[in-house]
């Protein structure tokens, strides 16, 4: 006998069936039913093969807690693997298959492993894979991964998008089941902001399947009802499909929407999950409380399910578990299935109750044998019978399913994401939320609540209490009516049940048992947290919902306390799994960063730019002309234009920041290693800027346009960083100085024109007198540009080291000046040119960048030393300058290298070594920073930093590089390869 | 997930919009001395409780903040822009 | 005299607009935009700002402690911005930014909604009432956002990212369409 579909009853549609298939196999369902609740329809009552025994599984739960029914959805790039069944919507054409078997679910050959039980036994692998370890890596692992494996993710793309958001709220309800609904109808009606979340699909939580009548209505009417009213608030927001995951500092809670989980064919407009953060004042959490298992021989095998579950199942999706059902209970629980089993016409073959007498209302029809338990199950992949012993005796009795209440624990784990623990409380047989914590509440049977009317009266209290804590004020609600609810007894709990025989489970989903739980505590792993790794209960995908408190419960019996003493493991976020493309959100693939253009892209797009990421910037790499194959050839074509005739380079990316102030001055002298104070207005000075411990943090170029007003350049990579220092220095480290900084990046379009005909073509433009006497090397000053259309920022600075000038001009105004200065220097031979020539022209020049400045280099390592102020009583990393260590002889300092034979190479990176000497570390006496061919000098040339380098121009030695044992007889030279007596900066 | 600072100046913010530094130490002078510069710029206490940290707000005002913050519990106290807390030391 | 041709490229010249019914995502003009620095703790400037500013066709937008932006939609002529600045000294420092900053319209009743896809900033009218701005982090991207109208927000971005927050603002609001 199997579970089946009844004529009538539930909440499911009828009318409107669905078509899916489980292993291939095709079933009908109804909208409104989960997977698991189609599949039990269809009489499915196996649905996988457990995680270390392959032992046969069904369905346990009817929601997020179900540690067996997982199963792969979906099919191609939208697979997803260990997906529960219980949880999962169903729709039109869902594909689920079952996990974890081979060659099939029914016949699985894992299941052999059963028979090695005695071996697999707690703290096995522990105890059987240490050694020899280099097998681990080879044999175990790979082993031990297939045979007990979940689902497997696909390897596909994931199709699909995903967002995510904040919200924010006066009071956050988690759960909408009566105390919730409640809480947020109270709080709704009195103009608060709400934030109602629900797990489900739809609000109402047990109120969907319990049979109560609530003012008349059914508990899902007035569920429906209580939504619509909540729904019509424009202060209120209902949402369902929505886990809150997690409770973090600020009153922030994680919470994931599933948008189109539900959907088989996801529309594209919308993401198929949402993360939301929620900023709540204060939190109501009324999260419900899960049915415990009951812990006897053949738990787990399929047909039994918890007595909750089997509730949800028969009210809310109309099916039957089967055709004879036996209830295993320790409380009243047990008593409202069966009279709802009773009604729906289901035979209840016996209630088999721990304790010794049933309630004292109950008037049902089924036998009620008390103060008895249920030790085993009996079957082969269903249950067909169980065993009972009462009256110290056993009795068999045939059934074709079995129902199990042992006591609820209260849903409690946001409330203890923030480090609080739960306690123990012995009358309600449950961990109970920390208590007094900030900003959040628990109601209803989250807080051990029991029965509709109680819930419902203390989420709408709960929700007063804290309307009145935010100074919102509130009329009482008149509370509903709630008829035909049962007294509910406390329950004592029942942890170690007698007479079991075969494996009693504790934890499902790891395949943890009974036995399992005695070996640790003998084996002295008895603490809670010890226990928990030591026989992996609780550390599931499910995180032990069902497991962790009967592990407590009988550790506690093992060890002789109470569960107080126990206590639990840290609870932590997330509640339920969440998806990596939640976490991720729209900020994937291509949007992984945002892109930040310069002002001349499109232009150097036009130009047929290659472009480069640099950080997020995309700047122009080189520009290919007709002909050249490689992009040495245009690199090659463009240096050697630059140092013919004349090059334009796109330098925007330079971070720019003005600096205003009466203090302007002073505060330079401070961040910078040399003197600014005196910097004539109208000259610029090249800055080296050191971090406090007396290494080299930026460099860069700074002009005076007037007394109180400097406009400093820094490298691309470092321009924020340099702005965040600045504006430490100025508020952090002397606020009492008048600095005002504002970043101008993004303002100024530069561009560097450069070549011994750089002049020509700008006197063609620039309307102010710019020969050498009146603009010479270092002048900085604004002029007019094209008979006063437009001012610009004028700059006589070369990177190159040749007569060079920078120009910068509003940025909306790029794309046409540089355009003008393409057409005005055509004659002149003007090309553009990119980073790539960039590099290589500096590298001709000596010049540094960050590969030079790259945290270990001090001013003199670069031959800056005597740039350092030695007059300033202070300046960012001056003292830290003057250690020993930084003054040693032997300190790397910066030369020029390059291949004896011209035709030979070597890369950035590769490491010095003296001309005889093996290759070792000990022997390393530096290596290259900077390398490129270079067409002015006709090879391979670098930059390096060498132990006494500069002390050693001339000597012969081998460029080694390690990675691919390739070793260049080179000479060290001069670092400036290029005008050294710098005539060329000066024509 | 998230960790709400209180700028003074903006409200509360989460921390993507912060840059964080380290803990508030006060620069000592140029002549203070090897050691009170080596325990400047190198060593830190490595404190349970409560910390003053400089964060900057630079996704926001891009002010520099003086942040109370408790590593155990990350509960965030009492924060202040950074120019006062050093105007208010200088002079008290 | 020079017969060069200067023109101007808007930052989103090229973009493309949104079809969507429930929101609007427009480029504003570039006109201007004055970033103005106060001088450290000055008293507060907003009466100066206002007298410097004068004409209705600008607004004054606070930008954190002792800053503010100034902006309009037609652009500032070099007199202008002189006079401007003349005006806020010796207060403040007027920096022109209109290049370097560039303004989005985002208008629509869902829009709260759609920026809260970006910003952790309570939009709620309640507590962002008309006429209130923030810098925050959007998404990825630092921007400056005020409440103009009742339903209809600036958001301002530096000129590189301009292009990459369209792009994010139309994605986030493609589930109103
Ligand atoms: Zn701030």
Redesign the interface.
């Known amino acids: 006998m199997t579970s089946y579909r009844l004529a009538t009853g539930g909440l499911v549609n009828r009318a409107a069936p669905l078509a899916f298939s489980f292993d291939g196999k095709p079933m009908a369902g109804l909208e409104g039913d989960t997977l698991a609740s189609a599949l039990l329809a269809n009489g499915q009552m196996l649905v996988g093969r457990s995680f270390k025994y392959h032992r046969p599984r069904g369905i346990l739960t009817a929601g997020a807690s179900e540690p067996n029914a997982l199963v792969t959805i979906g099919r191609r790039e939208r697979t997803e693997p260990n997906t529960r069944a219980t949880v999962q919507e169903l729709y039109e054409g869902l594909e689920a298959r079952s996990q974890n078997r081979w060659p099939s679910l029914d016949f699985d050959v894992g299941a052999l492993n059963g028979l090695l039980s005695p071996f697999l036994g707690a703290g096995f692998y522990y105890k059987t894979f240490m050694w020899p370890a280099p097998l681990w890596e080879k044999l175990y692992e790979p082993f031990i991964r297939r045979a007990a494996g979940l689902g497997k993710a696909t390897h596909e793309a994931d199709p699909d998008s995903y967002e995510k958001s904040w919200a924010h709220c006066d009071l956050l309800v988690v759960g909408a089941g009566p105390a919730g609904l409640a809480a947020a109808l109270t709080a709704g009606r009195a103009g608060a902001r709400v934030i109602l979340v629900d797990e489900g699909s739809m609000p109402g939580g047990s109120l969907l399947f319990d049979t109560a009548m609530i003012d008349g209505m059914t508990a899902s009417d007035f569920a429906r009802e209580a939504s619509a009213e909540l729904q019509s608030m424009p202060n209120v927001r209902l949402m369902t499909r929505t886990t809150a995951f997690g409770w973090y500092d600020g009153n922030v809670f994680g919470a994931v929407e599933r948008v189109q989980k539900h959907a088989c064919d996801p529309a594209s407009h919308l993401p198929v999950e949402r993360l939301w953060r929620i900023v709540a004042k204060q939190a109501l959490l009324a999260t419900g409380a899960e049915e415990r298992p009951l812990v006897f021989g053949g738990n787990d095998r399929p047909g039994v399910m918890m007595a909750s579950a089997m509730r949800a199942y028969l009210n809310r999706y109309g099916v039957a578990p089967g055709k004879a059902t036996a209830i295993f209970t320790c409380n009243d629980s047990g008593y409202r299935l069966a009279r709802d089993l009773e009604a729906a016409g289901i035979e209840v073959t016996a209630i088999v109750d721990s304790r010794p007498t049933a309630p004292p209302g109950y008037r049902g029809r089924p036998r009620v044998i008390a103060n008895a338990v249920v030790c085993q199950t009996k079957g082969n992949k269903s249950v067909s019978a169980i065993e009972v012993l009462h009256d110290g005796r056993s009795e068999t009795i045939a059934v074709d399913a079995l129902a199990m209440a042992g006591g609820f624990s209260p849903i409690i784990h946001l409330a203890c994401h923030r480090g609080s623990r739960p306690f123990w409380s012995e009358e309600n047989a449950a961990f109970l939320a920390p208590q007094d914590l900030k900003d959040l509440r628990i109601a209803g049977a989250a807080a051990a609540t029991v029965g509709i009317a109680a819930c419902i009266q203390e989420g709408s209290a709960q929700a007063a209490a804290i309307l009145s804590e935010l100074g919102i004020s509130c009329r009482p609600a008149a509370l509903p009516n709630v008829e035909a609810e049962e007294e509910s007894r406390p329950a004592k709990p029942l942890w170690s049940i007698p007479g079991i025989k075969g494996k009693a489970f504790v934890d499902f989903q790891n395949d943890v048992h009974l036995k399992d739980i005695g070996l640790a505590v003998r084996e002295g792993y008895g603490h809670v947290e010890l226990a928990k790794r030591y026989t992996t209960s609780g550390m599931a995908t499910d995180q032990g919902k069902l497991s962790n408190v009967n592990a407590i419960g009988l550790l506690a019996e093992a060890r002789g306390v109470s569960p107080a003493e126990i206590g639990t493991t840290t609870f932590r976020p997330f509640y339920t799994p969440v998806s990596f493309g939640a976490l991720t959100g729209a900020h994937s693939g291509y949007h992984f960063q945002p892109v930040r253009k310069s002002p001349l892209h499109d232009w150097a797009a036009k130009n047929g730019a290659i472009f480069v990421e640099t950080g997020l910037w995309y700047r122009s790499a080189w520009f290919p002309r007709g002909g050249e194959k490689t992009w040495r050839e245009s690199v090659d074509r463009e240096v050697v234009n630059v140092r013919q005739n004349v090059g334009l380079c796109d330098v925007s990316t330079l971070g720019k920041i003005e600096i205003f102030g009466a203090d302007a001055a002073e505060f330079l002298n401070r961040v910078y290693c040399n003197a600014f104070l005196k910097l004539p207005v109208g000259k610029a000075r090249y800055g080296l800027m050191l971090r406090e411990d007396g290494f080299i943090y930026d460099d860069g170029t700074t002009s005076r346009l007037g007394e109180g007003h400097f406009f400093m350049t820094t490298t691309t990579a470092y321009a924020a960083g340099v702005m965040n220092h600045l504006e430490f220095c100025a508020q952090a480290l002397w606020p009492e100085l008048d600095v005002r900084l504002a970043s101008a990046t993004d303002q100024w379009a530069q561009m560097a024109i450069a070549g011994p005909k750089a002049r020509l073509v700008l006197e063609k433009i620039v309307d102010d007198d710019i020969s050498s006497a009146a603009f010479p090397f270092l002048a900085a000053k604004e002029v007019s540009l094209c008979g006063g259309k437009l001012h610009a920022r004028f700059f006589r600075i070369s990177f190159s080291g040749e007569l060079a000038y920078e120009l910068a001009v509003p940025a909306g105004y790029a794309e046409s000046i540089a355009d003008i200065l393409m057409n005005a220097g055509a004659e002149h031979g003007l090309q553009p040119y990119g980073t790539e020539a960039l590099g290589v022209l500096r590298i001709e020049k000596g010049h540094v960048t960050h590969s030079e400045i790259n945290g270990t280099v001090i001013p003199d390592d670069l031959g800056f030393g005597k740039m350092v102020s030695a007059t300033k009583a202070d300046f960012i990393g001056k003292v830290m300058l003057e250690r020993e260590g930084l003054k040693a002889a032997d300190r790397l300092r910066l030369v020029g290298v390059r291949p004896l034979d011209p035709t030979a190479s070597f890369k950035t990176g590769s490491h010095i070594l003296e001309k005889n000497a093996a290759a070792t570390l000990e022997n390393d006496q530096g290596y290259v920073t900077s390398s490129a061919f270079s067409p002015h000098i006709g090879c391979t040339i670098g930059l390096a930093l060498v132990k006494r380098g500069p002390e050693r121009l001339g000597e012969e030695v081998v460029v080694w590089n390690g990675l691919k044992s390739e070793y260049a007889p080179a000479i060290l030279c001069d670092p400036i390869f290029v005008d050294p007596t710098n005539e060329r900066l000066h024509v | 997930m998230a960790s709400l600072i209180s700028c003074p100046h903006c409200g509360a913010r989460p921390k993507e919009e912060f840059t964080i530094k380290g803990a508030v130490l006060s620069r000592p002078a140029a002549d203070a001395g090897h050691q009170a510069w080596t325990d400047y710029v190198y060593l830190r206490d490595n404190p349970r409780g409560t910390h003053r940290e400089y964060w900057h707000h630079t996704s926001g005002c891009r002010r520099w903040l003086v942040v109370t913050r408790d590593t155990v519990s990350h509960e965030v106290g009492f924060c202040q822009d950074a120019a006062a807390a050093k105007l208010a030391e200088v002079r008290p | 005299?020079?017969d060069?041709?200067?023109?101007?490229?808007?930052?989103l010249g090229s973009a493309p607009r949104p079809g969507s019914r429930g929101l609007s995502i427009t480029a504003m003009p570039?006109g201007h935009v004055v970033?103005v620095?106060?001088?450290?703790?000055a008293p507060d400037l907003f009466g100066v700002l206002e007298r410097a500013t004068g004409a209705a066709h600008r607004s004054v937008r606070a930008?954190?402690?002792g800053?503010w932006f100034i902006v309009g939609d037609a652009p500032l002529s070099?007199d202008e911005f002189a006079a401007l600045s003349t005006a806020l000294q010796p207060h403040a420092?007027a920096?022109?930014?209109?290049?370097?900053?560039v303004r989005i319209r985002v208008e629509g009743t869902i829009v709260e909604?759609m920026l809260?896809?970006g910003?952790?900033?309570?939009l709620?009218p309640g507590?962002f009432p008309v006429g209130t701005s923030?810098?925050?982090?959007l998404?990825?991207?630092?921007v400056h956002l005020t409440r103009i109208e009742i339903a209809a927000f600036e958001v301002m971005v530096?000129?590189?990212?301009a292009?990459?927050?369209w792009?994010?603002l139309v994605?986030?609001s493609?589930?109103f369409?």
């Open positions: 005299m020079s060069f041709r200067i023109t101007l490229r808007p930052a570039e970033q620095l106060g001088r450290p703790h930008a954190g402690p800053q070099r420092t920096v022109d930014q209109s290049h370097g900053r909604r809260a896809k910003t952790a900033v309570d709620d507590a923030a810098m925050t982090l998404g990825h991207v630092s530096l000129r590189g990212f292009e990459s927050l792009e994010d994605r986030m493609v589930e369409a």
